[in-house]
Antibody, heavy 121, light 110 residues
Framework: QLQLQESGPGLVKPSHTLSLTCAVS??????????WSWIRQHPGKGLEWIGY???????HYNPSLKSRVSISVDTSENQFSLSLRSVTAADTADYYC?????????????WGPGTTVTVSS | QSALTQPASVSGSPGQSITIPCTAT?????????VSWYQHHPGKAPKLIIY???NRPSGVSDRFSGSKSGNTASLTISGLQAEDEADYYC??????????FGGGTKVTVL
């Protein structure tokens, strides 16, 4: 059974780059059966879709974040990563990685437990 | 980014049915049947409960059902139970190959 686990710093300084990694276990990231996605939730707010990447490297991003965000995939390590540049306090959130199965037409059926990132000096 | 509008809160008594609407403000979103719904208990990861408007993944209770009419998708929870108290989010695929979530609906079981 596919399992995802986020990792990365819990505290990032303003103007720096937020970097998170999602390790995929229980299956290969290269099977082509999933779009690998990042979602976040600001404190007390709703879910926000950040973007997704296919194992080929093709990625799509939330237009509101597109200028600062990039998602990459490392098939050799069976993981994918999120990079968010020039962060501010507004980027403080719980970040989730997830898999959107092609079978489910982009619906996200596998989720990591989430990780909290605080942007503060 | 397209927007999906949900009511902030919906409540019901145990055993009742409730419906949560999700209205697309952009025709590019409303024209798709790639609508999914997620249940989110605080402190836990969201859980997929409906995909493609009205399909349930394996293992999801048949008390959850989805539908769509025009630009509005809806989630119905039948036979409301205490464990259904959570936040619920709709999500849609868009014409620019992105995803978008609704603002979320807090379901309270009275």
């Amino acid at each position: 059974q596919l399992q995802l686990q986020e990792s990365g710093p819990g505290l990032v300084k303003p103007s720096h780059t937020l970097s998170l990694t999602c390790a995929v276990s229980g299956g290969s990231i290269s099977t082509g059966n999933y779009y690998w996605s990042w979602i976040r939730q600001h404190p007390g707010k709703g879910l926000e879709w950040i973007g997704y990447i296919y194992y080929t490297g093709s990625a799509h991003y939330n237009p509101s974040l597109k200028s600062r965000v990039s998602i990459s995939v490392d098939t050799s390590e069976n993981q994918f990563s999120l990079s968010l540049r020039s962060v501010t306090a507004a980027d403080t959130a719980d970040y989730y990685c997830c898999g959107a199965a092609l079978f489910y037409n982009y619906a996200m059926d596998v989720w990591g437990p989430g990780t909290t990132v605080t942007v503060s000096s | 980014q397209s927007a999906l509008t949900q009511p902030a809160s919906v409540s019901g008594s145990p055993g009742q049915s409730i419906t949560i609407p999700c209205t697309a403000t952009d025709n590019d979103v409303g024209g798709y049947n790639y609508v999914s719904w997620y249940q989110h208990h605080p402190g836990k990861a969201p859980k997929l409960i409906i995909y493609d408007v009205n399909n349930r993944p394996s293992g999801v209770s048949d008390r959850f059902s989805g539908s769509k009419s025009g630009n509005t998708a809806s989630l119905t929870i039948s036979g409301l139970q205490a464990e259904d108290e959570a936040d619920y989010y709709c999500n849609s695929y868009t014409s620019i190959s992105t995803g978008v979530f609704g603002g979320g609906t807090k379901v309270t079981v009275l």
